[in-house]
C-alpha cells in the first residue's frame, strides 16, 4: 500500500480529523491514575500494615516461624491461597488490603484538596491581577474576539502577570473558576505582532476548550504527590530495608530486592506517562488552534523561531519533558496522524502495572463474587477490563487513523512486544511470586523462562489481533452512523478473549504446581518443552472442546465477519449530511477517495473453510496408504512407535491439521487475513483428519493382525465424536498461535527493502 499522502477533491490532503476520534491525551491520562495508585496503595499500605504489626507486639522472631511455616507448606498449600495465609501467616497483619485502600483513599483525598485549593494559590503567590479593559481596550477588544472563535461555554477570567517579562500565557482553574494568565511580555507583543498574540491566547483558550486544565493540573499534583510520597521515602528506606533483610532475614533479602524492582518500574512509568499526558495536551491544543485558524499559520511562524533558537545539546530526557520540542509541534501541524500515536513504552507500563496487581485484584473479585475460580475468566476479567481496555482503544485509533490515510501502523509489532514484556515484568513484583522465590520454593528458572514465553505470547498476540481486527473494520467504522458501535464490539470482545487467556496463563504460573509428565522416552525432552504442554494443556485441554472451539469462532469470526458488518452498520440515511468518512477528515474528500475508504477488504472465509476440508481428506487419504503399505511392507516403523507412544496418531493428526493450515495460509498470501483464513482451513481439517488418523491406526491394526485382535476396531467407537472435537479445539487454539507468529515474521521479511529502495513521502501540510 502506498504511505503517501491522499488528496481530496479540493486539493487539500485528505489529513485526519483530530477531534473525530477519542483525545490520546485521555488515555494517557487514566495510565497515569492506574500506575500512581498501585504504587501509592501496595507501598504505604505495606509500610502502615508493618508499623502497625510492630505497633501490637509484633517481632521478628514471629516473622521467622511464618517464614520456615511457608517453605514447609508453600508445595501444599499454593493452590489455595487462603489455606495457606490460615496456616503461615504471621499474625495481626490480616488487614494489609485493608490499610491499601485506605491509603488509596487518603491519597485521591490530598490529590482533591489540593486540586481545589491550587488556584487561589497560584494567584495569590504569583500576585496576578485581574486584566483592566479600561486600561488596554485594544488587547480587551482582541480578547473578546478570540473567546468568541472559541465557543467556550464557560466564563474566563483573564489574569496579568506583571512581572514575567516573556510573551506567554498559561490557562489554569478548576470546575466553575477558568482563569488565563497573561505575562506582561504578552501584553506588550500585542502592539509589535498581534498575529503572534492571537496565535499564543488561542493556544491557551483551546486548552480550554479541549477540557485539559484540569488533566494537567491533577497531573502535576499527582507526580509531585507521587515524589513526596513514594520516590523520595523508597530511595531512602530501600537501602535500609535491604540491610535490614541481609543481616537479619537473609530470606527476606530476594523478596525485597524484586520488591525495589517494581517499584522502580512504577517510579520510570508514572515520570514517563505524566511527562507523556503534558506533552500531548499541547499537541492537541495546537490542532484546535489549526482547526480555528485554517492551518495556524501565526502560530506554525513562531514555532519555525523557536525550532531555529531552541538548544540541541541542553535539553531534558524525554521522560522529563512537559513540552513537546518545536519541531514535534510543527511535524504534528502537519500531519495529523502525529496525535493519534501509542507509544510502546506507554503500552508496556500499563500492561506492567495490571500484572503486578493481578493476583491480588483476581482474588478481591473472586470474593466479591463467589464465582469465579482459580483460572477462571471471570477471575481476570477487572485486570482484562485495565489493559484490554485502554490498549484496544489506543490500537483501534492509532489504526483507523492510518486507514484514513491508506496506510499501516508501523509499531504493531513493538507494541506487542511491549505488552508482553509488561506482562513479564509485573511478575518479578508480584506478591506471591516474590514470596515462592524468597522462600525458595518457586519453579526451576527453565519453568519460569517457559512461563514467561507463554505470558508474553497472550500480550503480544492481543495486541495483534486488535490490529487486525480494527484494520478491517475500519471502513465500517467510517460508514456507519453510530461509528462508536463498532469500535466498541470490537474492544469488548477483546476484553472477553484476554480476560480467558490470562485466567488461565497466570493460574499455570502458580508455584507449587507440578508438570505434566509425559511418556518415555519423551519425558527425556527438555524441562522448558515439558512445561509448556502443561500450560498448553491447562489453558486448553482442561477447559471443555465446545467452549474452546467457540474461543476460537469468536477469534477467528470477528475479524471475519467484517463485511458482514458492512451490512448492518454502514445503512446511512440519504439525508444525514455527516455520513460517510468526511466526518473524519478536516476536508470533504472527493467521491472517489469517500469511496476507496469505504471499501471492505477482500475476504474469503467459507473459501478457507473448504480447502480445509479438501486438503484435510486428501491428506486422512494418504495416511490410510501409508498405514495399508506399512502393514503389507513394512510394519516395523509403527509398530515401534505405537510400542513406545500409543496414543502417537493424536500428534499425528494435530500435526496434519496445522500442516494444512499452513499450506492454506500460504495459498492466500495476497489476502488481508490470511493467517485467520489458516485457522479455517484447520477447522475445516478437523472435519475428517482426527477420525482418519484414529481409524488408520486401528486398520493397520487389523490388516497386521486380523480382525480378532483388541487393537482392531472397525467401527468407531461412541467416544469418537468427543475425543474428534478435542483434538479439533487442540489443533485450533495451537494453530492461533502459530499461524499468525508466522505470517508476521513473513510480512517483515518482505517489507525488509533497502532505504535507497523507498520512495520519500513528504507529509502534507495544513491548507486553508
Known amino acids: ?274 511527562s507523556a499526558v503534558l506533552r500531548n495536551r499541547e499537541l492537541y491544543a495546537d490542532a484546535r488552534v489549526a482547526v480555528w485558524t485554517g492551518g495556524a499559520h501565526s502560530l506554525r511562524r513562531l514555532l519555525a523561531a523557536q525550532h531555529g533558537i531552541e538548544p540541541a545539546t541542553l535539553r531534558r530526557p524525554l521522560f522529563r519533558r512537559t513540552h513537546p520540542s518545536a519541531a514535534k509541534r510543527l511535524a504534528a501541524l502537519s500531519d495529523t496522524r502525529v496525535l493519534f500515536d501509542v507509544s510502546p513504552w506507554e503500552a508496556f507500563g500499563l500492561a506492567l502495572c495490571c500484572s503486578l496487581v493481578y493476583w491480588q485484584v483476581a482474588q478481591w473479585t473472586e470474593a466479591a463474587t463467589s464465582l469465579a475460580d482459580r483460572g477462571s475468566a471471570l477471575s481476570a476479567i477487572v485486570p482484562a477490563v485495565l489493559l484490554g481496555g485502554g490498549v484496544a482503544a489506543g490500537i483501534w485509533r492509532v489504526t483507523l487513523a492510518a486507514h484514513m490515510s491508506h496506510a499501516r501502523w508501523t509499531d504493531a509489532h513493538r507494541t506487542g512486544l511491549a505488552v508482553g514484556c509488561g506482562l513479564v515484568v509485573g511478575t518479578f513484583g508480584d506478591q506471591w511470586h516474590r514470596t515462592a522465590l524468597a522462600l525458595g520454593v518457586a519453579d526451576s528458572l527453565p519453568v519460569r523462562l517457559a512461563w514467561w514465553l507463554l505470558l508474553g505470547a497472550v500480550g503480544y498476540g492481543f495486541v495483534r489481533w486488535n490490529v487486525v481486527a480494527a484494520r478491517v473494520w475500519a471502513p465500517v467504522v467510517l460508514a456507519a452512523r453510530r461509528p462508536l458501535g463498532p469500535v466498541v464490539v470490537g474492544c469488548a470482545t477483546g ?9 488461565h496463563a497466570y493460574a499455570a504460573g502458580t508455584p507449587g504446581f507440578g508438570l505434566l509428565s509425559l511418556p518415555r522416552p519423551l519425558n527425556l525432552l527438555p524441562t522448558p518443552l515439558d512445561y509448556l504442554g502443561f500450560v498448553f494443556s491447562l489453558a486448553v485441554v482442561i477447559t471443555p472442546p465446545l467452549g474452546v472451539l467457540a474461543l476460537v469462532a469468536v477469534t477467528v469470526g470477528l475479524p471475519l465477519a467484517a463485511g458482514l458488518g458492512v451490512r448492518l452498520f454502514g445503512r446511512t440515511r440519504g439525508d444525514a449530511p455527516a455520513a460517510g468518512p468526511e466526518r473524519f477528515l478536516l476536508w470533504p474528500p472527493s467521491p472517489e477517495v469517500s469511496a476507496a475508504l469505504l471499501v471492505p477488504p477482500r475476504l474469503r472465509p467459507l473459501r478457507a473453510l ?159
Open 1 to 274: 500500500m502506498r504511505e503517501g499522502p491522499i488528496r481530496s477533491g479540493f486539493g487539500n490532503p485528505v489529513a485526519v480529523h483530530p477531534f473525530r476520534l477519542p483525545s490520546g491525551t485521555s488515555l494517557r491520562f487514566a495510565l497515569l491514575i492506574l500506575s500512581t495508585s498501585v504504587a501509592m496503595a501496595t507501598t504505604i499500605g505495606g509500610a502502615v500494615g508493618m508499623a502497625r504489626y510492630f505497633g501490637l507486639g509484633g517481632d521478628l522472631g514471629s516473622i521467622t516461624r511464618s517464614l520456615e511455616c511457608a517453605s514447609s507448606n508453600f508445595a501444599e498449600t499454593a493452590a489455595d491461597p487462603a489455606e495457606f495465609a490460615r496456616r503461615c501467616a504471621p499474625p495481626d497483619v490480616s488487614g494489609e488490603t485493608t490499610m491499601e485502600l485506605a491509603a488509596l483513599a487518603a491519597l485521591w483525598l490530598a490529590v482533591g484538596i489540593t486540586y481545589w485549593l491550587l488556584p487561589a494559590y497560584r494567584i495569590r503567590r504569583r500576585r496576578l491581577r485581574p486584566l483592566r479593559g479600561d486600561a488596554h481596550p485594544d488587547v480587551q477588544r482582541t480578547l473578546t474576539e478570540l473567546v468568541a472563535l472559541a465557543e467556550l461555554r464557560c466564563r474566563v477570567r483573564f489574569v496579568v502577570d506583571w512581572r514575567d517579562q516573556r510573551p506567554t500565557g498559561l490557562a489554569f482553574g478548576r470546575l466553575g473558576r477558568r482563569c488565563v494568565m497573561l505575562g506582561e511580555g504578552l501584553l506588550r507583543l500585542h502592539g509589535r505582532d498581534p498575529e503572534a498574540f492571537r496565535a499564543i491566547v488561542l493556544h491557551e483558550l483551546a486548552h480550554l476548550r479541549n477540557r485539559d486544565v484540569d488533566i494537567a493540573f491533577l497531573t502535576l499534583i499527582c507526580y509531585r504527590l507521587f515524589v513526596v510520597a513514594f520516590a523520595i521515602p523508597t530511595a531512602v528506606t530501600a537501602p535500609f530495608a535491604l540491610l535490614v533483610s541481609w543481616v537479619l532475614l537473609p530470606g527476606g533479602v530476594i523478596y525485597q530486592l524484586l520488591f525495589t524492582f517494581a517499584q522502580c518500574a512504577l517510579a520510570v512509568t508514572v515520570a514517563h506517562t505524566s
Open 495 to 503: 476484553v472477553v478473549l484476554l480476560s480467558f487467556w490470562l485466567g
Open 610 to 768: 473448504a480447502e480445509g476440508v479438501v486438503f484435510g481428506g486428501a491428506a486422512g487419504l494418504g495416511l490410510w496408504v501409508v498405514h495399508v503399505v506399512s502393514a503389507l511392507v513394512f510394519p516395523w516403523p509403527i509398530q515401534l512407535v505405537g510400542a513406545v507412544f500409543p496414543l502417537y496418531f493424536v500428534p499425528v493428526a494435530i500435526l496434519l491439521q496445522v500442516a494444512v493450515g499452513f499450506f492454506v495460509s500460504w495459498r492466500n498470501t495476497d489476502h488481508e487475513l490470511r493467517s485467520l483464513h489458516g485457522v479455517l482451513a484447520v477447522l475445516g481439517a478437523g472435519l475428517l483428519l482426527p477420525v482418519a488418523a484414529f481409524t488408520a491406526r486401528d486398520h493397520f491394526a487389523c490388516v497386521r493382525w486380523g480382525t480378532g485382535h483388541q487393537a482392531c476396531e472397525l467401527v468407531p467407537s461412541p467416544a469418537m465424536a468427543s475425543i474428534t472435537a478435542t483434538v479439533v479445539a487442540w489443533t485450533a487454539a495451537l494453530a492461533l498461535l502459530l499461524l499468525p507468529t508466522w505470517t508476521a515474521l513473513r510480512d517483515g521479511a518482505r517489507r525488509a527493502v533497502p532505504s535507497q529502495q523507498l520512495p520519500v513521502h513528504h507529509p502534507p501540510r495544513w491548507q486553508a
